[in-house]
T-cell receptor, first 109, second 114 residues
Framework: KNEVEQSPQNLTAQEGEFITINCSYS?????LHWLQQHPGGGIVSLFM???GKKKHGRLIATINIQEKHSSLHITASHPRDSAVYIC???????????FGSGTQLTVLP | KAGVTQTPRYLIKTRGQQVTLSCSPI?????VSWYQQTPGQGLQFLFE???????NKGNFPGRFSGRQFSNSRSEMNVSTLELGDSALYLC?????????????FGPGTRLTVT
């Protein structure tokens, strides 16, 4: 069983819809990262969370440490949001990221 | 500030050969991490360097090695290439490499082994 599980694997939405991507992890973590990867491979860091909630523009990330669960929300989705979204956990004092398998998001106009 | 750069961007090698990939971090960043991304295994951590020392290593065979120079630039080397080493290799830099540092990713080197 992977230590970091993401769902769904694929998600298709209409422009304007509210989107939620989920990430569950089985180990104690010190931080959780949400990443965005566009076709061609470039990865951008969206959020780093150790507790609570963060917001940046139309993106919101939350984490519940007790339930070992994090969510990434996109409000008013747009075709340019189409990408792979990856969560990555940092376990304990380790300095390495353990990645989920990613969610392929497609937003249709 | 210039971003993380990786060279070369694309590489084709033959099974049994060796390859060296290069990563230049953002100026002032002292930590460089390397990752392998394949369709089957997804993203996996290879190793992390800080101040010329390998601090952390993922679960990869000894054919995968790396080093970091005094200017924080890093190289990774794969010897005796296998077909399964075909992947996108990404490096990421951060200030100190702590759990709470944001990582900045390079564009990657796409390695094809034939």
């Amino acid at each position: 069983k992977n230590e970091v599980e993401q769902s769904p694997q694929n998600l298709t939405a209409q422009e304007g819809e509210f989107i939620t991507i989920n990430c569950s992890y089985s180990v104690g973590i010190s931080a959780l990262h949400w990443l965005q990867q566009h076709p061609g491979g470039g990865i951008v860091s969206l959020f780093m969370l150790s507790s609570g909630k963060k917001k940046h523009g139309r993106l919101i990330a939350t984490i519940n440490i007790q339930e070992k669960h994090s969510s990434l929300h996109i409000t008013a989705s747009h075709p340019r949001d189409s990408a792979v979204y990856i969560c990555a956990a940092v376990a304990g004092s380790a300095r390495q990221l353990t990645f989920g398998s990613g969610t392929q998001l497609t937003v249709l106009p | 500030k210039a971003g993380v750069t990786q060279t070369p961007r694309y590489l084709i090698k033959t099974r049994g050969q060796q390859v060296t990939l290069s990563c230049s971090p953002i100026s002032g960043h002292r930590s460089v991490s390397w990752y392998q991304q394949t369709p089957g295994q997804g993203l996996q951590f290879l190793f992390e360097y800080f101040s010329e020392t390998q601090r952390n290593k993922g679960n990869f065979p000894g054919r995968f090695s790396g080093r970091q120079f005094s200017n924080s630039r890093s190289e990774m080397n794969v010897s005796t290439l296998e077909l399964g080493d075909s992947a996108l290799y990404l490096c990421a830099s951060s200030l100190e490499g702590t759990s709470f540092d944001e990582q900045y990713f390079g564009p990657g080197t796409r390695l094809t082994v034939t």
